[in-house]
């Protein structure tokens, strides 16, 4: 239509449509099996791999690109050596922020770590978490890193599993098949 007019649902020249069943259903009433201290010990060890390796590929890339651009060579140039590890610093925080952040609220809600132990990243109410809280929820493990790991010592002593981060940020981390039924699909390994 050139008028600017979109065509009606119902109208024989509206591109075709198909319902989409969301991937993100709660289902009420039926048990919840949550990650216990090991299989998220075993996903974060899997993550840390993949950050760092990406992280160390794009560092050395970052800190050859400035080192050249600032002559930074020999024993000269501290203060361009203090950048290039500021600037990786930071770029390393924001992929880490970014990585969590985005596959915590894909359709998976879960990061290549926890894919592969079978856990996913949940709000309090069963529902997917966003990115913005998948953002917050990655400074607040920060959080949890700097009262010496205690925080994340905490999920192994509360009842919902739960870590400091997790507390802050409304989540919890469960079995990927623990909220849709039948229950007898779920699985308890290494809970």
Avoid at 62 to 73: D, F, S
Wanted: net charge positive; aromatic share 8%.
């Amino acid at each position: 239509d050139q008028s600017g007019r979109t065509a009606s649902p119902d109208s024989p020249y509206a591109a075709p449509r198909a319902t989409l069943a969301s991937a993100h259903q709660v289902h009420a009433g039926h048990e919840v099996i949550y990650a216990g201290f090991w299989k998220r010990l075993a996903a974060y060890i899997i993550d840390s791999f993949v950050l760092g390796s990406g992280g160390a590929i794009i560092g050395g890339i970052i800190g050859a690109v400035m080192g050249a651009a600032l002559g930074v060579n020999g024993g000269r140039g501290g203060g361009g050596m203090l950048l290039i590890q500021v600037v990786t610093y930071l770029v390393g925080l924001a992929i880490g922020a970014v990585y969590y952040a985005w596959f915590h609220a894909s359709t998976s809600q879960a990061t290549l770590g926890k894919m592969a132990v079978g856990i996913k990243v949940v709000r309090g109410n069963g529902e997917p978490i966003s990115f913005s809280r998948g953002v917050g929820r990655y400074f607040a493990t920060l959080l949890s890193t700097l009262i010496l790991y205690i925080g994340f010592l905490m999920a192994a002593l509360t009842q919902r599993k739960q870590a400091l981060h997790d507390m802050v940020c409304d989540t919890l981390l469960v079995a990927t098949r623990a909220s849709p039924p039948p229950p007898a699909s779920q699985r308890r390994k290494l809970g």
